[in-house]
C-alpha cells in the first residue's frame, strides 16, 4: 500500500551511529535548536526524542530559510515520527512572520531535493498553506516529477489550494502515471480546474491497470458530471472493489448518469447487494451521503440478508438517517416506514469529515448477525473478520487502577478479558491478535508480533494457541498503531478492536490527529471498522480514541464499559 509520504533510506551515517549533519545555520536562534537536535545522545537515545521534537517545534516557529533548511536531514533520521513532525514544522513556517522566506526555500530547493521523501513534505506544507501564488510551482514540479508518491502529493496539495489557481491541463498527463494513487489524486486535480473539459482523459484513465487510479476516474467524472450513462455496466464488471467503492460514494451528487430518484438509487441496490462487503459498507456510505428518503427502502432490504459488521453498519446507517432506535428487524423498521414514508424529513444532512464521511449517530450495538454473540470488555464483538490490536507498551506494567498500586496491572486485566473472549469465540469467526512495538535501541528496531500469523476460524487448537501467546506476552517498548492497522489491510478484515491507554508512542504517525487523518485516507479502499477500547484517564487520550473510532465506522468504549 502507497503512504501518504514514501520512507526514505537511511543514509550510511545514521547507520553507523553518527548524527545527521544539517546544512550551516546562519541564525544564531536556528544554530541553538540545531545543536539540541544533532547532540549524539539525543540523536541516539529512544529516550530523549522529546528534546529533539521540542527543537523541531522550535524551528517551526522561528521559521525563515535557516530554520527551513535545518530540517531538511529530518526525513532521513531513523527515528520516523520525526519526518511528520518536520512537515508540521514546515507549516507552522508557513503561518508564521517568516513565510515568505520560508515558500521560497521550499519551492525552489526542498521541491528539487534528491530525497522524494523531502519533496513530498513540501509539496504537503505548501498546499496545505497556499494559495493561488503556487500555480507556477506546482505546474512546474509536475511537469518534471518521476516519483509516484511526490506526484501524489503535488496533485493533491493542487487540488486544495485556497482561491483560484489556474492550472487547467497541469495534471492532465499525470492521469497516465503507472501509480495508481498519483493518478487518484490528480483526477481531483483535473476534476477541479479542468471540469467536464477534462473529461477524456478521464474516461481513458477508466481502462489504467491500476484499480486505485479507476476509482480517482470514476470520482472525477461524477463530480464534474461527465461518466457517461452507458459506462455503468461497464464499471460493474470490474474485478477490484476499488472503483465501485468510487461509484458508492459518487451518488451524492445526483448526476446525469445516477440521478436520485432514478438510475441513482438502482445503482445503489445494485451497489448494496455486490459479492463485496467493501462494495456493500461503501454503499452504506454512499446512501448517507445521498441523504434521501428513497435510501430507506433499499437499507431495510439488506437488514434481512447481511450479517456481521455489515448489518450493523446497515442498521446504523437507518438509525442515523430516521432518528429512531428500531433495531435489525427488517420488519419492524418495514411497519414504521409504511406509516412515516409520506410526511418524514430527515433534516439537513449533517457536515461530513474530514474525509468526506457522514458518521453514524452513537447507539449501542445490537447483538444479531447470525453469531453467536460475544464481547470484550462488554463490547459486542459482531464481526466474523476480526483483528485485534493491543498497546503493550511498558505503560501496561503499570496498575490497572491508581487507587490499588499493588492490584493487577493493566496488562494482568487484559489477559482475563482476553481469556473470556477467546471462550466465547465460536468456530465460524475469523481472528488474531496483534502487537506492534518500537524497542529501545539504536537504530530503532520495530517488530509486528501476531498470535497466529494470519487470520484463522476460531477452533479449539487456534483459541488454545492465541491463550498461549497472550500468557507470554510483556509489556516492553512504545507502541505504534498507524503500521499494524495498515498491515492488516492485506487480509479479509473488517473490523479491528484497538486497545491503549492512550495516544501512540512511536510510528509514522504518533500524533493523534496526524495519524487519524492519514489512516482515514488510506483506508478509503478498505473501509476497515476501527473499534476502540480505552484503558486511560486523560481526556486527551478518550477524544483521540473517539475520533478514531467515529472516523472509522467504529465504535468507542472505556475499559469499564462505559
Known sequence: MRLALCVPCLVAGLLLGAPARTAQAVDPKVKKWVEVFEDRKNAHDPFEQDKREKAIRELGKIGGTDAARAILDVFEDPFIHLHDRAVSAWIQMLRGSNAADTQTFLSNRALKHRNPAVRAGAAVALGITGGPELETILRTAAKSERDGSVMAELARAAAGLRGEPKLAGAFTKALKHKDGYAVLYAAEAVARYDGADGAKPLIAALK?????????????????????????????????????????????????????????????????????????????????????????????????????RVKEDVRRALETYTGQAIGDDPELWTAWWRQKRKEFDAGERPKPDHAGNIRFRDAAAQPGGGSKTVAFYKMPLLSRHLAFIFDLSGSFRYAARKSDKDGPTKLDVLRAEMEKTLDGLDSERYFDIVVYRYYSEYPPQTKLTRALGKMQRAAKGTVRKARDWMNRQEAKGWAAFYEPLTALFAEEVDTVVLLSDGDPSRGRYERSTRLIHEFSRINRFHRVAVNTILVGTKNTDREFMQDLAGATAGRFQEADGK
Request: with cysteine.
Open 208 to 308: 489504467h491497470r491500476s484499480p486505485i487510479a479507476r476509482a480517482g476516474a470514476i470520482y472525477a467524472l461524477q463530480k464534474v458530471d461527465a461518466l457517461p450513462a452507458d459506462k455503468l455496466d461497464v464499471l460493474f464488471k470490474d474485478k477490484h472493489h476499488a472503483p465501485l467503492m468510487a461509484l458508492a460514494e459518487s451518488l451524492e451528487f445526483r448526476t446525469k448518469a445516477t440521478p436520485c430518484p432514478g438510475a441513482g438509487i438502482t445503482t445503489l441496490e445494485r451497489l448494496l447487494a455486490h459479492s463485496s462487503w467493501r462494495v456493500r459498507v461503501a454503499a452504506v456510505q454512499g446512501a448517507l451521503r445521498l441523504w434521501a428518503k428513497e435510501i430507506v427502502d433499499p437499507l431495510i432490504a439488506r437488514l434481512g440478508v447481511e450479517e456481521g
